[in-house]
């Protein structure tokens, strides 16, 4: 169903519940969003994002082929071992394929662009990268009219704490240290182990998101060698291929790889849609939850999905409460669980707070039948803070009329919920509105309640004894009214119709 928001376990990551985003094609996990917005995620590119036009340049098998050419050898699996051989019989591996990776007209393609965008600033930029190109820090003169920090292995920085674009396996011009052959991946994860260290620094600290990557790439599978089995921080990657990235604890995020001239159009468009997310401001997310907000509650799934990133944050939920009045989001709301914390025990968030204001303003009397089919699905719970909204809305706000019968409906409702110390306060507004409204039974009603005991026992001050110096141990038991006295005698609710001694 179009409504039906997916829900999944997400693998490698505690078993946390997650939500997705549709942008475009594909279902984003919203923890990459999170990570986005907490300035949290590094972005892994590999070979496969420096492909597509004008980029143009090849993957790593057809590196190895272009290398491999003119020896008389084909290249064969694992292919920085075939490298290994065609060095050790002296061929100029690292001057070759940086000759094969530097040919003319190549340039930063779209989604070099959209993955920078991704973190809105060049000094937010997380970008750590396989390729030995310096598409990204072209792209990023175009997209930012600045450059970030670069590191070119081995000279890497501290994983745990880094800024800027990092090459982890080098980068040209400097052929030599670009890390291809076997010996070379050695030096930069086992021997030296520059790569590694940085490496698990990084997994351990930041959520990753790897682009551009085969689950049986060569360069992937040293990657994956740094990945801690405790999954510290989420672990995803677009991918179109169904293989084994559970194994790597690595979440897949899938698109569909397309045929004819523009097979990877998916990809593209949905990185393209998550960076023009991201980057949204403050006036268009404005202007576009108003435009939502003023309808009834979405179908389509990527709509859906902009509300519910929407609700994530309360500066942009704010826009959406502001103008949702129609009683069908109060149902919406409450179908995806985000009225939950407002019928719990738990200490409510800035956001709740919000979402049981918006509630109890503008749904509680003038939407009371609603209210109390929610209230029902949720056996008549209600957080105490929520209680004290919704008894504020019911008393306080005198303008909005209520018929006899919802009003006895809902001083029953909040008689029954009330909490153990419940805001005296409350009680003596409803008991003023019943009493205003004429309802004098159900006015006496709240005054009993008003009136009862509720017991507080706590350790007693302890004195020794004077014949035998021994500490004596007690308690003391006190019974508080739920009410003050003024509320009880100042107010004299019911005079003159219950005459006064």
Known sequence: ????????????????????????????DDGVLDAIRNNNLVIFAGAGVSMGAPSNLSSFWKLTCDVAQGTGLAPTEPLDRFLGQLQHRKVAVHERAAQFLSPPGSAPNALHQDILRIFRTADRVRLVTTNFDLHFETAARMVFGSTPDVYKAPALPLGYD???????????????????????????????????????????????????????????????RALPADNVAGRFALTDEVGNWDLLGIKPIR????????????????????ADRVTRGALDWQTRLVEIGSHIPPIDEETISEVEQALRDISTMRFLLKVARDPEWLKWLNARKHLDALFGNTELSEREKLLASWVADHFVITHADTMFEILASHELQLQPLFWWYIGREL???????????????????????????????????????????????????TFFAMSEHYLIIKPAFNWYDDSDHKRS????????LCSDQWSLNGKRLFHPIVPVA
């Open 1 to 28: 169903m179009h409504q039906k928001l997916h829900r999944i376990i997400s693998p490698g990551t505690s078993g946390r519940v997650t939500s997705m985003i549709k942008l475009g094609s594909i279902d984003f």
């Open 162 to 224: 880094f800024n800027g674009i990092v090459h982890v396996h080098g980068a040209l011009p400097r052929a030599q240290e670009m890390v291809l052959t076997d010996a070379d991946f050695g030096r930069a994860y086992l021997t030296e182990g520059w790569a590694r260290r940085f490496l698990v620094d990084v997994f351990h600290r930041f959520t990753v998101l790897f682009v551009g990557y085969s689950h049986n790439d060569v360069v992937m599978n040293y990657l994956t």
């Open 255 to 274: 698109f569909t790889k397309l045929t004819g001239s523009d097979p990877f159009t998916e990809l593209y468009d949905g990185v393209h849609r998550l």
């Open 395 to 445: 008393g306080v706000n005198k303008d909005k009329t209520l018929n006899e019968s919802d009003l006895t409906r809902w001083v029953s409702i909040l008689l029954a919920s009330k909490p153990v110390r419940a805001d005296h306060h409350v009680l003596m507004w409803l008991a003023e509105r019943c009493a205003s409204n004429g309802s004098i039974q159900l006015a006496l009603k």
């Open 473 to 480: 141990r007690y308690l003391d038991a006190d019974c508080p």
